[in-house]
């Protein structure tokens, strides 16, 4: 997630200021002091070594404190004219005061987004070009959505702490486009009735037994079977 974002997506000021001011789209603006740490030789260029360093470090990761994605920093400053070194560390840490615009989703906040995929199951959308977000749907008779288009749906869940962050949504229309609803949704019980075939197969087993017993009886009654002939053997006769 960090590299998808800070190689793959450049948001403009205007842009993230835009996002900031409509209701509902979870971007925060935050101005907060993040610590760093930077190795002696990228004083040569400082302040593009700062800069590289924020973006490859804060820009597209979950911050505890912010609770939520930093999407971009901007109006970084120094705080103090000195940076900190241990003794069992080259580097220098410094603490910087800056900009942060902040993904932070809002379970029941309202979010527009652009859908990527449609299928019979689900919606797949894409929100600030790199949040991906997945709508259950009932069954696609009643949807009418095309890639591409713009549709607003409500945050119903998601966890952003993970490498892949997970947001649910669900339509703010759901109920007339055939949304799931995993709490209200009623299972008919069916029952299962033995087949036809099975019958059959029960009472044609019972009469190959009866014939067999038959038969049995039959060749008893015809041919007797006849008595076993005694083996000849050789006898000895004793002297008295």
């Known amino acids: 997630m960090t590299k998808k974002i800070s190689k793959n997506v450049k948001y403009t000021q205007a842009e993230l200021e835009n996002y900031t001011n409509v209701d509902g789209s979870c971007v925060k603006k935050m101005n907060t002091n993040l610590h760093l740490n930077i190795l002696p030789s990228g004083l040569k260029n400082f302040k593009q070594s700062l800069l590289t360093l924020l973006s490859h470090k804060k820009v ?9 994605i930093i999407l971009d920093i901007h109006n970084v400053k120094l705080i103090g004219d000195s940076g900190a070194i241990r003794f069992d560390d080259p580097k220098i840490h410094l603490d910087v005061v800056c900009d942060c615009y902040v993904f932070k989703p809002v379970i029941g906040a309202i979010v527009k987004g652009t859908v990527r995929h449609v299928s019979s199951s689900q919606i ?24 591409n288009s713009e ?18 949504g669900e339509l703010v229309n759901g109920n007339e486009l055939g949304l799931e609803n995993v709490n209200n949704l009623k299972r008919v019980k069916i029952e299962k009735e033995e087949p036809e075939d099975c019958k059959d197969e029960i009472d044609i087993i019972d009469l190959i037994d009866e014939i067999k017993e038959d038969e049995l009886n039959e060749s008893q009654t015809i041919s007797p079977s006849k008595p076993k002939k005694k083996k000849k053997g050789i006898s000895f006769k004793t002297e008295e």
Not at 60 to 68: A, F, H, L, T, V
Not at 124 to 145: Q, T
């Open 60 to 68: 597209g990761s979950y911050d505890d404190k912010m609770e939520g």
């Open 124 to 147: 797949g959308v894409i929100i600030y070009r790199v949040f991906s977000v997945s709508i259950r749907l009932v069954n696609k008779s009643n949807v009418k959505i095309e890639v």
């Open 151 to 168: 549709i607003e749906f409500r945050i119903k869940h998601f966890d952003m702490e993970h490498v892949f962050p997970y947001i649910e």
